[in-house]
Nanobody
Framework: QVQLVESGGGSAQPGGSLRLSCAASGITLDYYVIGWFRQAPGKEREGVACISASDDSTDYADSVKGRFTISRDNAKNTVYLQMNSLKPEDTAVYYC???????????????????????WGQGTQVTVSS
């Protein structure tokens, strides 16, 4: 049974930082493309970052490029999203997802990443305000 569990969300001031974690059980994360998504109230879910299975290459949405970093720790079977220089518009529920359905056929993940990935976590709230 695949389970993805996000943690690390919370409140931060503008300009601050948070690190989200996505811990997996039932799968080995480095076999799959992993994406981080977010959904703000009243808005559609959007992909913010992805990391490839093949070579750990990464890609980012323009809105977070230069501020967010996705990484993977294979020993811990965990993917991270380091979020720096946070802005109020980063406020959202953040989800990690794994391409366990193998719908992404490119060797390297490219944003925008499909929202139809096979396995999802429950989400973690990030609130950025002064």
């Amino acid at each position: 049974q695949v389970q993805l569990v996000e943690s690390g969300g919370g409140s931060a001031q503008p300009g601050g930082s948070l690190r989200l974690s996505c811990a997996a059980s039932g799968i080995t994360l480095d076999y799959y493309v992993i994406g981080w998504f977010r959904q703000a109230p009243g808005k559609e879910r959007e992909g913010v970052a992805c990391i490839s299975a093949s070579d750990d290459s990464t890609d980012y949405a323009d809105s977070v490029k230069g501020r967010f970093t996705i990484s993977r720790d294979n020993a811990k079977n965990t993917v991270y999203l380091q979020m720096n220089s946070l802005k109020p518009e980063d406020t959202a529920v953040y989800y990690c997802a794994a391409d366990t359905g193998l719908i992404i056929t490119t060797v390297q993940c490219v944003m925008p990443i499909s929202g139809n990935l096979g396995s999802w976590g429950q989400g973690t709230q990030v609130t950025v305000s002064s």
